[in-house]
């Protein structure tokens, strides 16, 4: 189930359209690693750019997502990026080349309409846009469709995730680590949206997935002023979830190493549990309390007699 494919034969094809034109911007790629553990790692990896979001890259994501979907045996996700910084939004390269004067009225008027004719830049952030909404919103397959985020059935990824962010998370560079359930922050990072200094506001979902996160106050605060976020802020206003010891930061493998041990904390235990966790409380945020208590209810009977809780009970474990 992806995306790109589901649709009806002309949302099929305006998919398509828009991968194309995406491919027409290319450089940087997007690596996953899915280790033993359980934990895969995701780098957005485009240095000479400091990981500028490609479009090729968007599509890239995209793909990725899909393979993380149908992962079953997964409980965890890093997203990094390479070299030592996070991501700096859109490849403000491509961002050029589609925002001429003859193309931008059309752009304007697409973006907002988001019609479901044959599709022009403009749909490149939305676009991903559908993309993040997977990575963070994931919750159980068997259980949870969001047709009205995604455009389609697609659902969510049951997995934790953890947005390690080293260097600078600038724009649509933030907005990806509001995708993340969890943001971690390295000595002397920085997360901004500066967007307003782009003439802009997030496009892939940043801002409501910021409300969320910090309140509306912090949000309007944030995007407002187009503030930038310190780990010591981060954490202050519950953007952060974390900062990396100084003494392990500045260095890429151990910043993931810490990482690794920090979502660890949360993604021991056998996978279906881990989901099924991931799942209820993600239903709980995000559906209606009615629905979410019958989801809860559903996903209670994939783990209730499940071998983790037959082993459990056979051991008599103690909770102290
Ligand atoms: C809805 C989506 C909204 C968006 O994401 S709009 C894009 C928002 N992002 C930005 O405006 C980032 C602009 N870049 C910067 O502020 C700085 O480059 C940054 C990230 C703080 C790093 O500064 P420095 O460490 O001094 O490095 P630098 O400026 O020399 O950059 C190294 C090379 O990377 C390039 N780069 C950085 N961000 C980019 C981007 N977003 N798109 C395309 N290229 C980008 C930069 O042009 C430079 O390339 P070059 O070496 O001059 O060829």
Known sequence: TTILFIYTDAKGFQEKEIREKLQAFPGGSIDLVKQESGIAVLTVNNP????????SMMVELEERVSQLE????????????AAGTFCSGSDLNAVRAISNPQVSPQYCQRYIQSSGQSSTQSEIYPTLGSVL????????PQVITLPSVVGSSRLALPLLSVALVEGN??????????ACDFRLMAPGSVIQFVHKHMGLVPGWGGAARLVRIVG????????????????????????????????LAGSGANALLEAEQWLGCYTTGPAPVIRAI??????????????????????????????ANLQALATKAKHK
């Not at 509306?216 to 900062?243: R, S, T, Y």
């Open 133 to 140: 909404n997977v990575v963070i919103d994931i919750s159980n």
């Open 70 to 81: 149908e992962w079953t045996e997964g409980k965890g996700l890093i997203i990094q990026g």
């Open 278 to 307: 991931k799942s209820v409380v993600v239903s709980g945020r995000e559906l209606p309390l009615e629905v979410a208590l019958r989801t809860e209810r559903d996903v209670f009977g994939t783990v209730w007699g499940g071998p």
């Open 48 to 55: 000479a750019r400091m990981n500028a979001f490609s479009g």
């Open 169 to 178: 998370a600038l724009g649509g560079g933030a907005e990806l680590t509001t």
């Open 216 to 247: 509306g106050q912090n949000a309007l605060k944030m995007l407002g002023g187009a503030l930038k976020i310190d780990p010591e802020m981060g954490l202050q206003i519950g953007l952060a979830d974390g900062v990396l010891e100084g003494s």
